[in-house]
């Protein structure tokens, strides 16, 4: 197949936060091939390549002068498997939240707990996304990566992805690896990880006492439906910030002002703080300036209400930003990348 590259279109459709800016030329990747026209092409006519999934992740501040490749590979497939476990590989095209669903309806386990996050494969493990007690780190078996410098194919193993909070070795080298599949270490017996109050009140109200994976993702399911708004009627990034990690004495500091702060004690000696209990309790939440907000249930997620640039989203987060830091001392991070 030939990559078809288009010159001057709308990115609107293809960021979760509904900026409508303008790619200088964009084109889709179904295979590894169009991935390797698309470096060609990046380097024949000397324009930055800017690669892309389900654009859940990405807050776009002005018109992108570059090639906007949107991977669009699918695929699914069990490459390995005994009575106890198995190996399933997935294109970085595949939706995230359909792919947890396909592999429960295989009797695999081990991504409920990530149900509904919003994005695609090839991106989960650059953030090394997590919700509700587990991380991609805690099922990843491996992926396939394509070297920008070198043109090369590279496999990476756990070991070699330097997996943390929100963090990989691919957000580092965020220019230089393309991910274009990820393969996971899945269980035919359930492990559930219910330690999270929300999910084990969830099931208790369904009256479930012996919940099977499918069940763990359907509590999670409604949990984010009431919590996050829908990208497809109200533009945004899921969690803005990330939960900053302080140390035990600042924590402490804050607490004697603030004696509800919500914290949680790592095994470093840090203490993870709660983003949006800062947030809220500084008195962003449910605040508006145009179109660009801050959501009213809640106060993690930045909201587009219709027509906010991606240049008015940054502004109002680097005032939440700066407002967090003089009434904390505390600095929060983006998670969504910038360009």
Not at 74 to 79: M, P, T
Not at 89 to 100: N, S
């Amino acid at each position: 197949m030939t990559l078809h590259v288009q010159s001057a279109v709308s990115l609107k459709p293809f960021n979760t936060f509904g900026v409508d800016v303008q790619a200088r030329l964009f084109a889709q990747a179904r295979n590894d091939d169009e991935v390797r026209q698309a470096l060609a092409y990046s380097a024949e006519h000397d324009v930055p390549l800017l690669v892309i999934g389900g654009g859940s992740n990405l807050l776009l501040s002005g018109d992108v002068q570059a090639l906007v490749l949107r991977m669009a590979s699918r695929g699914i497939r069990i490459v390995r498997e005994d009575c106890l476990e198995a190996i399933v590989e997935a294109e970085a095209g595949e939706p995230w939240h359909p792919f947890v669903q396909s592999c429960l309806e295989l009797g695999l386990a081990g991504l409920e707990n990530l149900s509904l996050i919003p994005g695609t494969v090839g991106a989960a493990p650059m953030q090394n996304i997590g919700a509700y007690g587990v991380e991609i780190k805690d099922v990843f078996h491996s992926l396939t990566a394509l070297d920008r410098e070198t043109g090369e194919l590279r496999e990476f193993a756990l070991q070699d992805c330097a997996f943390g909070y929100r963090d990989s070795v691919f957000k580092h080298q965020a220019g230089r690896w393309l991910i274009l599949r990820v393969r996971f270490k899945l269980s035919r017996e359930a492990n559930l990880h219910l330690e999270y109050g929300p999910v084990r009140q969830r099931l208790d109200q369904l009256g479930i006492d012996k919940p099977t994976p499918f069940d763990v993702s359907r509590a999670i399911c409604a949990i984010r439906s009431e919590k996050l708004p829908d990208p497809a009627v109200l533009g945004n990034a899921g969690s803005f910030f990330k939960n900053p990690l302080v140390a035990a004495e600042l924590f402490e500091a804050i607490k004697s002002q603030h004696p509800g702060v919500v914290g949680y004690p790592q095994a470093d000696g840090q203490v993870k703080l709660a983003a949006g209990w800062l947030i809220e309790q500084a008195g962003w939440k449910g605040y508006r300036d145009g179109d660009a907000g801050v959501h009213k249930l809640q106060s993690l997620v930045l909201v587009n209400y219709g027509h906010a640039s991606g240049l008015q989203l940054l502004n109002l987060a680097r005032r939440i930003q700066a407002d967090i830091v003089e009434r904390f001392g505390v600095e929060l991070e983006m998670e969504p990348n910038l360009y």
